[in-house]
């Protein structure tokens, strides 16, 4: 096998691409997954893994993986350590990096079912927020996750490596508002996540489904469009003296709570 070992290989470059540009993530239908762990979660997601690269450390390393990644992809290239380090958004890579293509999981918004518990996201901007919430909202077994269309790009790499896998597997759906999104869905009870004395508090709120909770952007919060399409407005209690609490921890507080 040919071991790639110039960044201008048009391979490469694409792979760079999708590491750096969102835009182009969208225009293309592809992103990308570092690491042996996310990597082989994409393949046994079932994910389209459309290239396959490996240093040639890693190729030696991790074979019996890279065996499997394989003849699972549709193209393999070993890189050149040098290479390979300058294409990853990791300061260590493992040495594993696949060209994935984008998901559709959409299937479970086409008809909303009694005991579907959603979750959405306004105008969240940190990769490292939604990779987290992603991740606990597959460990808590949430329906899915509705984003705003300015939400951080869920396909940015470091929401894939935090998600730890979870992109892969747990439904989503990207709408224009979420305020649009809940006007058109009336049959969903939904519920607004706001720093308030005077919204119910989540510990007796009793979610009732289906349903959704929406959360905000780590700094102002949820809109005011999407707060008044909300049925109700929900906050966590706090006793301490910090006045809020990091978007990620919120959400994972709230789906908690809800999931009970």
């Known amino acids: 096998m040919t071991i790639l070992s110039s960044k201008d290989n048009s391979n490469i470059k694409n792979a760079v691409k999708l590491r750096k540009s969102a835009k182009y993530r969208r225009e293309s239908g592809l992103f990308i ?19 396959f690269f ?8 991790y074979a019996d993986d890279f065996l499997k ?38 299937a479970c918004f086409d ?15 940190d990769p490292g927020n939604l990779g987290t919430i992603l991740r606990t909202a597959e460990a808590l077994n949430v329906t899915g996750i509705v984003l705003s269309a300015d ?16 992109v892969f597997r ?19 009870e939904s519920y607004a996540a706001v720093v ?12 009732v489904s289906p349903c959704i909770v929406a959360v905000g952007n780590e700094g102002n919060g949820l809109k005011e469009e999407t707060i008044s399409a909300c049925k109700h407005k929900i906050t966590i209690p706090m006793e301490g003296r910090a006045e809020s609490l990091n978007a990620a921890v919120a959400a994972s507080i709230i789906m908690w709570e809800m999931m009970k």
Do not use: W
Not at 41 to 49: E, F, H, P, Q
Not at 74 to 102: H, Y
């Open 33 to 51: 997954a570092e690491g042996v762990r996310i990597c082989m979660d994409a393949m046994l997601s079932k994910a389209c893994i459309d290239t």
């Open 54 to 61: 490996a240093s040639e450390k890693a190729s030696e390393k």
């Open 69 to 106: 990644l394989q003849k699972y992809s549709d193209k393999t290239f070993i890189v050149s350590d040098k290479i390979f380090n300058q294409m990853c958004d990791t300061e260590s890579p493992q040495g594993f990096l696949c060209v994935i293509k984008a998901l559709d999981k959409t």
């Open 111 to 125: 008809k909303i079912k009694t005991g579907d518990k959603f979750l959405a996201l306004d105008n969240l901007q």
């Open 151 to 166: 939400c951080c790009d869920i396909y940015s790499p470091k929401v894939v490596r935090g998600s730890m896998g979870a």
């Open 170 to 188: 747990l439904p989503f759906v990207v709408s224009d508002t979420i305020s649009g999104y809940l006007n058109a869905h009336s049959e969903l």
């Open 196 to 207: 308030s004395a005077s919204a119910d508090k989540i510990t007796t709120t009793p979610f």
